[in-house]
């Protein structure tokens, strides 16, 4: 039986879960879309709305009372240790690209996930504002609304998201194919467009948290890409520490390129 077939049972189970209260969080967040919510500036001038707190106590509630042995990790609860006693944690945005959600922009989601052993084992991203839900279970491949999604392969163009210093250290010939896309506020979409083919990679700065990948990246891997931090591997979740160096995110020999660039750099 193949090693990660444990995971897919009990992935099986959390996945309707996840889905539902991903749903209801988003509906949420709906009520107070473009309707000038309460915003607090969080340490580092990160910002935070009255949406972002409703969701997330809603989030909390649900899931953990549908699985109280599980661990829990948010962005806008305070950590809790304890979380690292349980076998199986759930790690969530109530809302990834709070900044879109203020300005009114629809590039914003919700973010729910399950991890185990430093892995993902259910990924959802409910993104009301468009219309659109990813899923991913692992070895069960990627879905946006039901359809199985794919990254695509590199043309003669590629199109990047990420800061421009990046693309600056990249090999010539590759510079020359290469279009720098406008900054997208949530990461979580912006992975979730390469795993349906809308992208082709990404940069990722440095100090992204686990509650905004943790979600998108199973979604990622199921579709064919990866990501990957300064030292070429992937990144682990639900430790005790969640912010993560520099990142990676694409498929292909562009994701050999753009894993050089950051390894050149951190080296």
Known sequence: MPEAEPFVSAAADDLPLL????????????????????????????????????????????????????GWLSEETADDAARLQARRTFVV????????????????????????????????????????????LPGRGARRNGEVIHVREAGELVEIGGPKHFFDA???????????????????????MIAEGRLDATFVRSNAHDWD??????????AGGQMLDAFGKPPSYGGRVSK????????????????????????
């Open 19 to 70: 889905l539902e209260a991903a749903r209801e969080a988003g509906e949420i967040a709906l009520r107070y879309f473009k309707k000038d919510p309460r915003v607090w500036m969080k340490a580092g001038q990160s910002p935070v709305s009255e949406a972002d707190y409703a969701a997330d106590k809603f989030l909390r509630e649900t899931l953990m009372a549908a699985r109280p042995d599980y």
């Open 93 to 136: 945005d109530p809302i990834d690209g709070t900044r879109a959600f203020i300005q009114g922009l629809e590039t914003w989601c919700v973010s729910v996930a399950v991890v185990e052993g430093g892995q993902t084992i259910a990924g959802v991203l409910d993104c009301p504002a468009l219309g659109e839900i990813f899923s991913a």
């Open 170 to 192: 990249m090999p010539r010939h590759w510079q020359q194919r290469v279009r720098r896309v406008a900054h997208i506020p949530s990461l979580a979409y912006r992975l979730a």
């Open 213 to 222: 990948i943790a979600a998108a990246d199973l979604i990622l891997r199921e």
């Open 244 to 267: 993560h160096g520099v990142l990676v995110a694409g498929s292909g020999p562009l994701l050999k390129v753009i894993a050089g660039v950051v390894a050149e750099a951190n080296a």
